[in-house]
């Protein structure tokens, strides 16, 4: 069976230093890979999803950057935290065409960072 | 622009009674919808999902219904237990480039059971 593991689970860092989440996924091959972040108390605001190893689109304009190393590894960073970068971040993954229910995403436990 | 709204942010419900969260939605070009539960601290997990070609869906004591006329969309779970409790999303499929699923979320509604 497929599943998705996320880390660090919380995680408190002061403004203007980095930031790194990393996002695996096991059980399954070329997934589609995604970085969502909830504001609390709101709905999933999707910041960056993958089609392929070194694939990256950007929903937002904004201080955080996604990178995917390898086929089941997605990764959320930052050079400089802000304090509005607080949040819940998910991360998901979806089958590809003809390999699953098409659409659906399956997300990870998710990471609370604060930036203080 | 294009969103997805909850007309309700909280909804109480009787433990054994029948709950239903609605859902609005405004892309008419969206195809595909999911509705999930997340329970706090916890990412949303996948109830029951339905396509457009459908406008009713029954899964084990959930029920999906989809009115394409008004861009409506009702989650109906049947004899509510404590262990529903949770925050509820719709989510409609947008479309994306190439194979990805770009989910569009709604706001939310949270679930309070009571005894």
């Known amino acids: 069976s497929q599943t998705i593991h996320q880390w660090p689970a919380t995680l408190v860092q002061p403004v203007g230093s980095p930031l790194s989440l990393e996002c695996t996924v096991e059980?399954?091959?070329?997934?589609?890979l995604y970085w969502y972040r909830q504001a609390a108390g709101r709905g999933l605001q999707l910041l960056f999803y993958?089609?392929?190893?070194?694939?990256i689109s950007s929903e937002v304009p904004q201080n955080l950057s996604a990178s995917r190393p390898q086929d089941r590894q997605f990764i959320l960073s930052s050079k400089k935290l802000l304090l509005s970068d607080s949040g819940f971040y998910l991360c998901?993954?979806?089958?590809?065409?003809?390999?699953?229910?098409?659409?659906?995403?399956?997300f990870g436990e998710g990471s609370r960072l604060t930036v203080l | 622009g294009e969103s997805v709204g909850l007309h309700l942010p909280t909804l109480s419900v009787q433990e054994g009674d029948n709950s239903i969260i609605n859902c609005a939605y405004s892309?008419?070009?969206?195809?595909?919808f999911i509705w999930y539960k997340q329970e706090s601290g916890k990412g949303p997990q996948f109830i029951i999902d339905?396509?457009?070609?459908?406008d009713k869906r029954q899964g084990q004591r959930v029920t999906v219904l989809l009115n394409k006329t008004v861009k409506h969309l009702s989650l109906q779970i049947a004899a509510t237990q404590p262990g529903d409790s949770a925050v509820y999303f719709c989510?409609?499929?947008?479309?994306?480039?190439?194979?990805?699923?770009?989910?569009?979320f709604g706001t939310g509604t949270r679930l309070q059971v009571t005894l």
């Open positions: 998901a993954w979806s089958a590809q065409p003809g390999q699953g229910r098409t659409g659906e995403l399956f």
């Open positions: 059980g399954t091959s070329n997934p589609n």
């Open positions: 993958s089609v392929g190893i070194g694939q």
């Open positions: 892309n008419s070009a969206s195809d595909y």
């Open positions: 989510a409609e499929n947008i479309g994306g480039t190439g194979t990805a699923s770009k989910l569009t």
């Open positions: 339905i396509r457009s070609n459908m």
